[in-house]
């Protein structure tokens, strides 16, 4: 098993020995992919997300970090791997919360702080270039 936190460069270092235990080619690029989108969606979380919350917010959490509380929507960014296709994102008990942050509620007074779309739509490139 590996273990994902926000240090990318770690991260695919540690992705070399999981290669090994794959089937076949797209089984592992898939893999790597799911991987690599989890480590980039912590880091999102972990570089401050904009916008910065409210005083009053920060004041009720005693934290200054959006998405950050007791690090249970952190541990449940993953990935789901099939024949042909890979999902990543928050499965689980978190995944509501992941969305109203994801896309804002205004109804909550949440706005947008994008750390799964930003995270794919900033790591494209890349990702073409594992698949390759």
Same mark, same amino acid.
């Given at each position: 098993?590996?273990?994902?936190?926000?240090?990318?460069?770690?991260?695919?270092?540690? *992705?070399?020995?999981?290669? &090994?235990? #794959?089937?076949? %080619?797209? /089984?592992?690029?898939?893999?790597?992919? +799911?991987?690599?989108?989890?480590?980039?969606?912590?880091?999102?979380?972990?570089?401050?997300?904009?916008?910065?919350?409210?005083?009053?917010?920060?004041?009720?959490?005693?934290?200054?970090?959006?998405?950050?509380?007791?690090?249970? *929507?952190?541990?449940?960014? &993953?990935? #789901?791997?099939? %024949?042909? /296709?890979?999902?990543?994102?928050?499965? +689980?008990?978190?995944?509501?919360?992941?969305?109203?942050?994801?896309?804002?509620?205004?109804?909550?007074?949440?706005?947008?702080?994008?750390?799964?779309?930003?995270?794919?739509?900033?790591?494209?490139?890349?990702?073409?270039?594992?698949?390759?």
């Amino acid at each position: 098993m590996l273990n994902v936190h926000a240090d990318t460069d770690d991260v695919l270092r540690g *992705l070399k020995k999981l290669q &090994d235990n #794959l089937k076949d %080619d797209t /089984s592992k690029k898939l893999e790597i992919v +799911g991987v690599f989108l989890e480590s980039k969606m912590t880091e999102k979380i972990d570089s401050r997300l904009r916008p910065p919350l409210k005083s009053s917010t920060v004041a009720r959490k005693k934290s200054s970090q959006p998405l950050f509380d007791t690090g249970e *929507l952190y541990d449940q960014i &993953d990935h #789901l791997l099939t %024949d042909d /296709s890979v999902e990543v994102g928050v499965f +689980g008990s978190r995944a509501s919360v992941a969305r109203h942050h994801e896309f804002g509620a205004p109804r909550a007074n949440i706005p947008e702080r994008s750390f799964m779309r930003s995270a794919f739509g900033e790591s494209k490139r890349k990702i073409v270039k594992m698949m390759k």
